[in-house]
């Protein structure tokens, strides 16, 4: 009996340590390791990180549960947190504050995410990170000073990423890397350093120039996780490995042409060339007086690595197309220009004596197009160029499906004109001419009215309604015909509304009749074995009315005693 206490001790004992022992998450682990207390949250659906976690966690794994981002605030609780994953999580965001109150934090992974840029200057609240995971994201860009807060990190990995372009200051002002140069002891504590850079999509210009021979210069105190570092542009350093490519210093633009005056007649093709010199590739593109009415093809070509020969391609050169012609080269480090003067001369060609236009006519340029449409309308807008004053121009319009031709007179200075009250998905074609002459070919367009949406539904309602209808009469009919042909006994004629029930009349001798009503009319009837006017019955056969008796105001018969 003296043993009950000690067991009831014990008992209060264990309730009281387990009351003791945080709880964990619903659908997490939580476990105790060498360095504290671990909570693990693996393939739930949180939809964001808990809020007031418990502080005694050491390390929080959260991954293949989507928390979508890292909002300020949520590690309030958790000052003592070293060890923070967030791998697989579908986190895009993270917020300028979310890594405050984690002064204590060592190492941070964030794997296979959607990040496309960090706030770097967020990780001044974590002075002791040694540890920064971020493969498998879409991070596009590092600022210079992106590492100048993590004064102790031995650990970077961006391998995975969109990385084209990095300056090699990102890394020489990497802090641990200045802090162990200056000390004199840089073989021995740079073997603490890794670095991931591979898989990126590396666009080997005079921009990665530094990068490169950073890359080459470091030696075993450096590791990189993997050394093959890649080349995926431009097309003459696509496949190259860091260490075998040479990269030039980068150059502003220089542009030259082999003429600069170039003469054509009226009708001949012309290309204009120049050719651009700089690092990066400078970007090519022409300007001239009617580029907005008329548009040329631009053909692009490399001649060498630094080297871009650009040609502007005119067909069938006009009076009009004469002017000078600016091509124009620019890269990050600024523009070059050069000007290109053509002349078209007229074609020195008679006409036949009964030619159907004028030489001014034939000479004159005249560009018509569409500017806007609607379903019932259009905004017609041209541009019109010739040797003499200015004409008025005729405007025909026509259309084989709506059976419309319309000519309009539009006095000179004005280039745009509307037209309204067109039928909606009509084809109609539209020609300009100058003055009265007749159409010529290459001055119409063709263009088709847009569909009546609205009209269209009611059509289609209407047809929806009709089918139904028609569904609904045939489903009656169809019954009908089903009921009739179902129906206890065969009717009379058409139009009845029910059958004549059929009535027995009792077996017997001779039927005679009990009582004659004189005043009514004369019916005629037999018995089961008598005879009648109508021919013989069998005995057993049924009594049956004539057609035209009615029950009403009829004999009864009975048997005959």
């Not at 124009?328 to 053509?342: K, R």
Request: charged letters at 20%.
């Amino acid at each position: 009996m003296a043993s009950v206490p000690h067991y009831f001790l014990l008992v209060l004992v264990l309730l009281d340590s387990h009351a003791a022992q945080p709880s964990c998450l619903p659908g997490c682990a939580c476990s105790e390791e060498s360095f504290g207390r671990t909570l693990k949250c693996i393939s739930i659906s949180l939809g964001e990180i808990p809020r007031n976690l418990p502080e005694e966690f050491k390390q929080v794994r959260i991954e293949n549960s989507p928390v979508f981002e890292l909002p300020l605030g949520f590690f309030i609780n958790m000052s003592t947190l070293e060890y923070l994953w967030l791998n697989f999580s579908n986190v895009t965001v993270i917020h300028l504050g979310a890594l405050e109150h984690l002064s204590e934090l060592k190492e941070l992974r964030l794997e296979g995410n959607k990040l496309r840029s960090v706030p770097w200057t967020a990780f001044r609240a974590t002075p002791l990170l040694r540890v920064l995971d971020l493969k498998h994201n879409r991070i596009d860009a590092l600022p210079e000073l992106a590492l100048q807060f993590l004064v102790n990190l031995t650990y970077l990995d961006l391998s995975s990423n969109r990385l084209t372009v990095v300056s090699s200051n990102v890394f020489l002002n990497w802090p641990a890397y200045q802090k162990h140069r200056q000390s004199g002891r840089e073989a021995e504590i740079l073997s603490s350093m890794v670095l991931a850079l591979h898989d990126n999509p590396w666009l080997c210009d005079c921009r990665l120039r530094g990068l490169v021979q950073f890359i080459k210069s470091i030696s075993l105190p450096v590791i990189l996780v993997n050394p093959y570092l890649m080349c995926r542009g431009p097309l003459f350093k696509a496949g190259q490995l860091f260490h075998e490519t040479e990269l030039s210093v980068c150059t502003k633009p220089q542009i030259s042409t082999p003429s600069a005056n170039v003469s054509v007649q009226v009708g001949q093709n012309v290309t204009l060339r120049c050719l651009a010199q700089a690092s990066p590739s400078p970007t090519v593109s022409w300007t001239y007086p009617l580029s907005t009415w008329r548009e040329f093809d631009v053909l692009t070509s490399f001649t060498a690595e630094d080297a871009t020969l650009s040609e502007l391609v005119i067909p069938a050169a006009h009076l009009v197309d004469r002017g000078n012609y600016t091509c124009l080269a620019s890269n990050s480090l600024g523009m070059s220009t050069v000007v290109i003067s053509l002349r078209v001369q007229p074609a020195q060609a008679l006409l036949a004596p009964h030619a159907l236009f004028s030489p001014s006519e034939s000479s004159a340029y005249v560009d018509l197009r569409v500017v806007k449409q609607t379903v019932h309308g259009i905004l017609l807008e041209w541009f019109a160029a010739a040797d003499t004053p200015e004409k008025w121009f005729t405007l025909y319009i026509a259309s084989d499906e709506a059976l419309r031709k319309e000519v309009v007179h539009v006095g000179p200075g004005i280039n745009t004109y509307t037209v309204d009250d067109l039928l909606p998905g009509t084809k109609y074609e539209v020609c300009l001419s100058l003055g009265g002459q007749p159409p010529r070919q290459g001055r119409c367009v063709v263009f088709v009215t847009g569909r009546d949406d609205g009209g269209l539904e009611g059509r289609e309602r209407l047809l929806h309604t009709s089918v139904v209808l028609c569904a609904a009469l045939l489903a009656v009919a169809v019954g009908a015909y089903a009921w009739a042909a179902q129906g206890p006994c065969r009717c009379r004629g058409w139009g009845r509304r029910w059958c004549l029930h059929r009535r027995r009349a009792p077996r017997g001798p001779l039927a005679v009749p009990e009582h004659r009503d004189d005043s009514s009319r004369d019916h005629t009837a037999v018995g089961e074995a008598g005879l009648g006017p109508g021919g013989d019955k069998r005995e057993g056969d049924e009594q049956r009315p004539r057609e035209g008796d009615d029950h009403g105001g009829g004999l009864v018969w009975t048997a005959s005693p």
